[in-house]
């Protein structure tokens, strides 16, 4: 028997998140829907079952999920860039996840790319969600960001954020 860790999605674009948690369950992409209510989903990943927690696209909903986040065992971050305004959204709500004194577990962030070259520069990602800075004041050891992209063409660098996830879990 496996370990189990309880894990909690967040960020903005609750469509991508039940895209990914799709993806990671069934190894294809198909564009998803946000559900209008939290849902969980459990998912094998590298021998540890993840009870993924997904917030309601509900707004309401979901800023009344906000507080439980310090009591999983992990939170994954997905950002949502698709313009300066999201961008600017998802850095105040990082902001807020590396500032709380509550959270002590692990902060997965990955970074959706659209890049058509399929080339994923995660670097300047972080730069352009100018949350660098802030996770290097939190801890490197506890927080990590990866970029990854998610068609029917590509599959990369979520599997690679899981890992660490699934190895930072297991210290």
């Known amino acids: 028997m496996g370990k189990t860790a309880n894990i ?10 039940t895209t990914l948690i799709h993806a990671l369950k069934t190894g294809k992409y198909e564009k998803q829907s946000a559900s209008i209510h939290p849902f969980v989903e459990n998912i094998k990943i590298k021998g540890v079952t993840f009870k993924a927690t997904i917030p309601s696209g509900n707004e309401s909903a979901r800023r009344s ?9 992990g939170i994954v971050y ?11 959204m998802a850095k105040e709500d990082i902001e807020s996840l590396l500032g ?5 577990r692990p902060i997965l962030i990955l970074i959706p790319t659209s890049d058509a070259s399929g080339t994923l520069n995660e670097k300047k990602l972080v730069e352009e969600l100018g949350v660098a800075k802030l996770v290097g004041e939190k801890g490197g050891s506890q927080v990590s960001i990866f970029a990854y992209s998610l068609s ?9 954020g899981f890992e660490w996830l699934v190895k930072y879990l297991s210290q």
């Open 100 to 104: 709380d004194k509550a959270i002590s």
């Open 65 to 73: 999920f906000r507080p439980s986040l310090p009591d999983f065992d």
């Open 78 to 88: 997905v950002a949502d860039n698709t313009d300066s305004e999201s961008s600017s």
């Open 152 to 160: 029917t063409i590509q599959h990369e660098g979520y599997q690679e």
């Open 8 to 17: 909690a999605f967040w960020g903005l674009d609750v469509a991508e998140m």
